[in-house]
């Protein structure tokens, strides 16, 4: 058969991952509304601007979202043209390669013949022009070659909170393509600072591309149990609850990516930020002479490198400096720039005071 | 006739300055919610703290109000007891020389025998029963000899933002009553040094006792314009708009106190403070281990020094240090502790930019 033929013949998946509880973001995300589901940049939701940005690659029929069972129907509503019964509802979070393996085992019983493009609901990605010509590069490899296709993003600093991929000596496809050597976990910063130094690591974004088939077939032979599981839970989806309780929470990275062959990551310039916390936002807006940034309606009088968020309430400062202000009607979050990370400890002490009404 | 007679003869009077408009207190305060309305401390309004606070020497039968005309409803609500007539509703503020004489012309024409304590409405006096004796001190005074009774508050530091009083070397009446040798205006910072370091300088509270009589004869006498127009007003309360827009703008103590022969201070101390900034009010508030406190629902997470003061949403704060935070449903502010003066300036930016929303 011909290449050219063989290609036509693949159809294209998308496969979104909006799973996340966003605790980082509370106040603004809640256990209800979490961060997917938030206008933190622009005006449409993390979600709904996940799919958009690859509109021209993929419609929406083909499209899967994963997600809690709780969120079914907030994705129903933010995404609307997505078939109801391609958003799948897991009952319990395990991470990402049950998420990854039921969807592609749902859409391998619509077409064997599938890729797929694998895409966390809840980054951010400004060159999006540029990541579009990227994704379709690494869905045309997968569909030519096989293989699974990481997304690499150049560091920019020695940020600990990501995992890293360092890419080998060779390159594959005119160096589009950089074979994988390995994956490495979120590192402490010594490391961070090295890995950024020697030029051989990149950012691990969490994007995937490769053929469904080949995707379950690395999932039957790396991960069995969870193979076992997923086949189970497509043939009775009533016995979602049991199945989650049984399969492994395990990552893709490390449940697949870092065992299977053929693993190559695409360097990708594409202005990519996890918005992983209040810092990674504020980094995101704009900023005024003295530095102050509002997402919402501030008032800066003689203050500097202040962030604002409101989803609602006025947010006014006097004389203050280096803070992180997060607004909503009920409550209201005062950070330093530095403890972006520890917002949890907030959410902590009200699980523990058995405070819902401030966490639903 | 015999003292003790008189005494039994003449009636006592409160009359509550409540006219403040509670601009410094915004966003917990509002336009049509100033700052006597507010429950900064305990679970009373300022305003019910200070009727009920001399319920033993003075009932509600025999209580005034003078308040702004946009604000009477709401006395009428928070001190139901008052007879309706007696809540005076000024057009427009005309600082306090007015205010005291149309309450006491007012009383003056149910009986001109009469005495009368002249307290603001949103001040905190921590030391209650030490106050009621000294007001009751005072209300005997006036009653027995006559005179202008002022309460001193005993300096704690060079307090910028209050007027001052001079003490004379001569003592009055075993030395509870010291005569005045003069009032001073808010002074500059060395100033206030000096008066505190010289032990003859008290706070000047606003609060008086006198006959009132001998103070609508003082008016009659320092500020015969203003004589004329109170009269006018009791006697024609629909011309009360015109009225207030001729008469003078003037205080009682640089109007009347500073001229009249017989004025008096009683050393007061009694943990009187007028809670005129955020700062003041930061000082009333009881503090944690690490100097944090809390007028409201509020968690703290590695945090220091930092009051906050909410009417409703949950305030938390994670390694942050130095900051008076205020919240309501609508708007927030976030206040260095020496700014505590400059909320104006957020209020004045809303008024520039037309933002009568988060104002009323």
Redesign the interface.
Known sequence: MEKGLELALMSRWLVILAGGRGERFW?LSRIMHPKQFLTLIGDKSMLESTRDRVASLIDDAHTFVVTGVDYVDKVSLNLPHVPPDQILGEPRGCNTAPSIAWAAESIFRRDSEAVMLVLPSDHVIQHASRFVELAHRALTLAERYGGFYTFGIVPTHPETGYGYIERDGSAFDDATALEVKRFVEKPPREVAEEMVQSGRYFWNSGMFAFRVGELLNAVQEYLPMLAEGITDLVDNPQRARDIFSEIPAISIDHGIMEKAPAVYVLPADIGWDDVGTFGALARLLPRDGEQNAAHGYA?F??SEN?TAI?D?????????KD?Y?V??????????P??SQ??R??VE??KQGG?HE?LL
Request: proline content about 5%; cysteine-free.
């Open positions: 106040p008032i009088v003689e202040v409101s609602g309430p006025l947010v006014s400062f006097v004389g203050v803070l202000v607004a909503t009607q009920d409550a209201v979050l005062i950070l330093s530095d403890k520890d917002v400890k907030v002490a009200l405070n401030h």
